[in-house]
């Protein structure tokens, strides 16, 4: 089954290419990847802290039914049993990429800050990119950062970014190693989500926006 492909055409595209927009598709294994014309992938795993800091990542899922997958977080054997399960489905609403993830814990797995998405971001081809909150107070930054928004944008080059937004309000971390990459951490569930969650998130590509920070003009 090919992918799931968003493609949104932009009227403004970098070197003048008609039709080199970027574009989000979803992998067979289930994982997001952002192509940009002339720059490497932007690409996307999940993961999860338990019992304080031990860390488990998620690259690929199980596909289960059409643009349907599964998978499961497992504590490591020697810290006993305990897992999260949880399904993701992908449906495309116009020009927008809505994923929706439903968790279940089975067992005791005692979780550190809860459940994350992780975009991937590649230097040096995006070093420099500006994030702008598109649903929070506004910010822009280039650093390292925490943040409560219900979205942002992720400048893809001069004229096109990645849009990302959540549900509801959420944390939105960023972690840069400058020379090397930079980790978007999005989080879907908080640690203290019950016996089951739910969480939706939307992707699309839209005009930059420009960065300005309204109240030091």
Same mark, same amino acid.
């Given at each position: 089954?090919?992918?799931l492909?968003? *493609?949104?055409?932009?009227?403004?595209?970098?070197?003048?290419?008609a039709?080199?927009?970027p574009?989000?598709?979803?992998?067979d294994?289930g994982?997001?990847v952002?192509?940009?014309?002339?720059?490497?992938?932007?690409?996307t795993?999940l993961f999860?802290?338990?019992?304080?800091?031990?860390?488990?990542?998620?690259h690929?899922?199980?596909?289960?039914d059409?643009?349907?997958?599964?998978?499961s977080f497992?504590k490591r054997?020697?810290d006993g049993?305990?897992r999260?399960?949880?399904?993701?489905?992908v449906?495309r609403e116009?020009?927008?990429?809505?994923?929706?993830?439903?968790f279940?814990?089975?067992?005791d797995?005692?979780?550190t800050?809860?459940?994350?998405?992780?975009?991937?971001?590649?230097?040096?081809?995006?070093?420099?990119?500006d994030?702008?909150f598109?649903?929070?107070?506004?910010k822009?930054t280039e650093?390292?950062?925490e943040?409560a928004? /219900?979205?942002?944008?992720?400048?893809?080059?001069e004229?096109?970014?990645?849009?990302v937004?959540?549900?509801?309000?959420?944390?939105?971390r960023? /972690? *840069?190693?400058p020379?090397?990459?930079?980790?978007l951490?999005v989080?879907?569930?908080?640690?203290?989500?019950?016996?089951?969650?739910?969480?939706?998130?939307?992707l699309?590509i839209?005009?930059?926006i420009?960065?300005?920070?309204?109240?030091?003009?």
């Open positions: 089954m090919k992918a492909v968003l *493609a949104v055409a932009l009227a403004a595209l970098a070197a003048g290419i039709g080199a927009a574009e989000v598709t979803v992998t294994g994982s997001l952002v192509k940009t014309p002339g720059k490497q992938d932007v690409t795993y999860l802290w338990y019992d304080r800091w031990i860390w488990r990542e998620l690929e899922l199980t596909r289960i059409g643009d349907t997958w599964q998978g497992g054997e020697e049993p305990g999260v399960l949880f399904t993701q489905s449906t116009g020009d927008t990429l809505r994923l929706t993830y439903e279940e814990r089975d067992g797995m005692e979780l800050r809860g459940i994350f998405l992780s975009l991937y971001i590649p230097f040096p081809d995006y070093e420099g990119g994030v702008v598109t649903h929070g107070p506004p822009t650093d390292n950062f943040t928004a /219900r979205g942002c944008t992720l400048a893809l080059f004229t096109a970014a990645l849009e937004a959540t549900d509801r309000a959420s944390t939105y960023l /972690r *840069a190693e020379g090397r990459r930079a980790n951490f989080r879907l569930v908080p640690s203290d989500f019950g016996d089951r969650a739910r969480a939706s998130l939307t699309r839209v005009p930059a420009e960065a300005v920070r309204p109240w030091r003009r």
